[in-house]
């Protein structure tokens, strides 16, 4: 089946610097990529998206690339903060409805 | 506050027992959905309601029984459920009301049922 792999699981940086999550993913009719933050006791909710028809968006620390053609997109995190702390979920597209998840990495922002 | 509410926030209980769990989405969506997110596990689709028709059922046990009367709101029926059930229920809505194609409405996540089976 349709599938989206996360790297790393865990990830941790010095506040300051930048930390960069990969996802790739296997359907090639997905055209929409969100990303997720989740903090512990809450739902996962959304900080960055993107469309298959841009390369690249980013909002203000937080940037998101997409390589349609290697089927690969990021997530760019800048001048992190303790508060960036979180489980990050990138998701791809697949059907109607439906995204498939990746597994999440851990990021871990040491003051 | 993303506009998708749940409750209870917590519920423990016995195999035997039966329980429903509650979401409710303030944002005027026409999809909703329920996933189980387990440790270590991508999130997991379970069902997704569109203008209150279930259109897609992701091979889920009979034990669950999704019930959606409104667009607003999504029940979850739990009937003699079993230990590996314990996990962290989302709910979600997006916009959606497309028949075909490919989703790429944006789906806000409730905060979520942490829900433990004894």
């Known amino acids: 089946g349709e599938n989206v792999e996360q790297h790393p699981s865990t990830l941790s940086v010095q506040e300051g610097d930048s930390a960069v999550i990969k996802c790739t993913y296997s359907?090639?009719?997905?055209?929409?990529f969100p990303w997720y933050k989740q903090e512990l006791g809450k739902g996962p909710q959304l900080i960055i998206d993107?469309?298959?028809?841009?390369g690249e968006k980013k909002d203000q620390r937080i940037a998101v690339t997409l390589n349609k053609t290697a089927k690969h997109f990021s997530l760019h995190i800048t001048e992190t903060q303790p508060e960036d702390s979180a489980v990050y979920f990138c998701a791809g597209t697949s059907g109607t409805y439906k995204y498939i998840f990746g597994t999440g990495t851990r990021l871990k922002v040491l003051a | 506050e993303t506009g998708v509410t749940q409750t209870p926030r917590h519920l423990v209980m016995g195999m035997t027992n039966k329980k429903s769990l509650k979401c409710e989405q303030h944002?005027?969506?026409?999809?909703m959905y329920w996933y189980k997110q387990s440790a270590k596990k991508p999130l997991e689709l379970m069902f997704v309601y569109n203008f209150k028709e279930q259109t897609e059922n992701n091979s889920v046990p009979s034990r669950f029984s999704p019930e959606c009367p409104n667009s607003s709101h999504l029940f979850l029926h739990l009937h003699t459920l079993q230990p590996e059930d314990s996990a962290l229920y989302l709910c979600a809505s997006s916009q959606e009301g497309m028949t075909s194609g490919l989703s790429t409405d944006t789906q806000y996540f409730g905060p979520g049922t942490r829900l433990t089976v004894l």
């Open positions: 944002l005027g969506h026409n999809a």
């Open positions: 993107i469309r298959s028809n841009v």
């Open positions: 359907d090639s009719a997905s055209n929409y």
